[in-house]
């Protein structure tokens, strides 16, 4: 396919449209692109490929600025900053061109906003802002209505032809004053209601006057808080002016106050008040000072001596000015005429006056400490303002001899200081009061001190010097000699000495002042304040001091406790004190302590003071006492059978109570050997039957009294009992188990095993089988029985010897009996007689008469019954039975 | 027969209410704060006169420089006043007195302790006030509540200061 545009043209026509086109490279490319379209060129491809780099380079030809525009743009839109600051550059332009009405709605609410925050903020700026817009817009307003007023006025007067205005303008052509002031000054309506005379010092009354039917609060008061109102306002401004408040004003009310040398006159006013009121004012208080000047200045609180002011003042409280329906002043007319007249000779008079008064005025100015500044002759009185040294002559004195009437000199001086070194040098000596060591003199217009003089008076006098205004004197103090700091470091010293003096533990032997150096010398204890520490804070330079101290014991007292304490080292319980010059050592210590204490008490020296140690108390052998006791004790609480239930110790002596079983130590026995005196042990112990088994084993063994062949041992708090016994033991022995099981406790015997040995079984029937026989009314056997006693002592003898073998112990009881006959006590008697024969007999024989028991049975066991009247040989018997035990 | 008496002391003394029971006045306490000074006069009948007191009571002042020295010219007497519950207005009040002095000269004065009301907050020590006694110093233990003492010690500063 062909194309039917020449590359040339459209390249040059488009070209016409954007210049920045590369028209060349446009035309080669659509060129190149144009041959290419060739069948076969195209058969060779598949198809167009899909990335033809020509068509990005043919794009990028024909719309690459817009794309890279667009991006632009489209960044732009995107960045709220410059976006901002793109619409900011268009902002005042698309505000001027929008419709005003749409602007003005849409703006409103947000202005109104902004104004308010702003006033809300500081209402200053907007008031600065606006100053230039409302000054001259309440100007004009206010100048409008004072125009409108003053026409008003004008209209008024100009058309009221009535008699008022008649007699206005006649009062204004007799005067000579314009029409309009006479108007003013009728128009001003005033009264002077109270004039209070202050003192200018204290601010108290001096006097009050009152005109009719005004009142007041307390005179005193007003006065007194009207001069402090005055002092407030003078320093809260730093008003430094003599005048003071001249006018205070309170709606209808004006105060108005005029300030004299001694007294201020205040005035209270209602209305409006014409300014020639202070002349008036003025003069008054100018005359009350001519008058009583030494009064005024001398008052104390007592205005006894200022009487005559309150006439004065009474001129002053007179004066007003009332609209009252005036008639015709035919009286001033005539009063006018009435001073014209002498006025002639007045004015004669006056010219001589009026030379006068000039010579007195020149003499004034010659006056040292006086600058007349302005004087001035009017009207007869004689006016004279100007400054005054108070030093200088007093003006009002010099008028004397001058034929001036001092009633017509109104004089008005401020005072000033001089500067004429005379003046200066009265006024220095007055303020410094120099010492009589100075003496002040003037020296070609200098004011020259000489002499000595402490330091602190040079200083006021340099101050004194500096504050000398510039044009003034020249006040020369160089020549003055500074005495003070030799005298001070001198006094600085004394006091040192004196201190070091009262030092305990040091003596001052020596001590110097030369050439500015100190020398002191003498003795101290180690113990004893530092005398260099002591110089901190005298003021005395320490390398001026030169010291020389030699170290001593000090003998006072409390020096001495100090080393004492230092070397003993006392016990808690020990306390040194020292007790008029004696130092005292109170309390208890051991005798160790007690003996280095009474070895230290030798070796104090003889000057020294006593070291008594007679109050305290040797406390060892009661420590020591104490401690055995306590051994003891816990000894005994560790025995078996013992049971402390409360012990002491007091005052040496010791106490103990408790129980004790019978079978346990003797706490007694215990003592020995423990270092207690048993002497100073009191023992109280109360029996117990300890049920330990031990024990209990121990008491059955005392009762039982077993025999050897039994054996008493304790397993597990049993009591068991092993071996043999008789048959008796046995028995008691169960009667004790069953005793000893009521208490809790056992006591086993199953295991004894009863002994009755065969031999002493035999014995025994041998011994029963035998009597003694007696004849009739006999005690003693017959002979023929001897042989029968013999044996029978032998078998006891042997029976005892068995049974003791065996454990047990035989008892033999011989129980005598007789027959029947004869009296019955006589037969008991009888029996227990042959009972007690055979017992002598067979202990006669060896048998221990131990073993042997006496009986007497009488005929009560009869060996075979028998016949009271002839009597049985066979009941006239001795029997032996045999006992074991 | 005036007298012009400068009332001293520190900051809540009491001097306000010291004067506000036992004095002819016609000021408000807002001239104290405003001006710095309220005047209330106190008449005083001795003997032989009577002498009116015009007492000038200075705003308390903590800080001592601030103390208004101006107001005390031409005062013929003052009259100190020391909280007796707080032992540093002594201090102030001593203070204030030096500069009065300082400034106007030596002039006869009674010495308050107010607040004797307080005994259980009490302060100052019985034998530091004898030793200002020892000084010959006029010294009243006041109290505005109750008003013990404190014509006592308008009465004695008037019979000095009209001597």
Known sequence: MTSTVDPISLAQKAASNDTEIDREALASLLVEIARNVDPDYRARFDGVPTADPRMATLRQLLVGREISELSRVTHLLDEPEQLASAVGGVLPSAAARAPHAQLGEALAPAVERAVQRSIQKSPRTLTDILYPVFLPAIRKSIGEKIDQTFQSLNETLRHIFTWHGLKWRFEAWRTGASFSEVVLKHSLVYR?????LINRNSGLLIAHVTADNATSEDPQLISSMLSAIQDFVKDSFN????????????GELRLWSEVGPFATLVAVIRGNPPEELHEIFRDVLFRIHDECSQALEQFDGDSS?????????????????EDSNQGFPWLVVAAVLLVLIPTGGWLLLSWQSGQRWQAYVSRLSTQPGIIVAEQKVRDGQFYIAGLRDPLAADPQALLSGTQIDPARVHSQWQFYQSLEPEFVLKRLTASLTPPKSVRLSIVEDRIVAEGEAPDTWIDRARAA?????????????????????EARAAEHWQAYVSRLSSQPGIIVAEQKVHDGQFYIAGLRDPLAADPQALLSGTQIDPARVHSQWQFYQSLEPEFVLKRLTASLTPPKSVRLSIVEDRIVAEGEAPDTWIDRAR??????????????????????PEARAAEHWQHYVSRLEAQPGIIVAQQTAKGGHFYISGLRDPQAADPQALLSGTGVDPARVHSHWQFYQSLDPKFVAKRLVASLTPPDSVRFSIIKDRIVVVGEAPAAWIDRARVAAQQLAADGLSLEISELRELTPQKLT????????????????????GPEQLPVLDKLANHLKELAKDARKAGVTAQFMLTGHSDATGRETANVSISAARAETVRALLKKRGVDPELLLVRGAGTFEPAETENSRTGSSANRRVSVTVNFH | MQKKICMLGGFAVGKTSLVRRFVQSIFSETYLTTVGVKIDKKSVVLP??????ILWDLAGEDDIGSFRVSYVRGASGLVLVVDGTRAATLAVALTLRERAEAEFGDMPFVLLFNKSDLADRWAISDSEINELRQLGWQIYLTSALSGEHVDDAFRQLASMVAK
Do not use: M, N, W, Y
């Open chain 1, 305 to 321: 001596q200022l009487a005559g002011i309150e006439s004065q003042l009474q001129t002053c409280v007179e004066l007003k000015q």
């Open chain 1, 762 to 781: 035999h014995l025994r029937e041998a011994i029963q089988a035998v009597d003694i026989f007696f004849d009739s009314g006999k005690a003693v056997p």
């Open chain 2, 48 to 53: 032989d006169k009577t002498v009116d007191l």
């Open chain 1, 465 to 485: 010097a500096r504050q000398l205004s510039a044009g003034g004197p020249v006040f020369d103090i160089s020549k003055v000699r500074d005495v003070s700091p």
């Open chain 1, 599 to 620: 070895a230290a008490a030798r070796q104090l020296s003889a000057g020294g003071p006593v070291f008594d140690i007679s109050k305290v108390r040797d406390v060892s």
């Open chain 1, 192 to 196: 002077v209601e109270h004039v209070f």
């Open chain 1, 239 to 250: 008003e430094t002016e003599q005048s003071g408040l001249d006018t205070i004003r309170f």
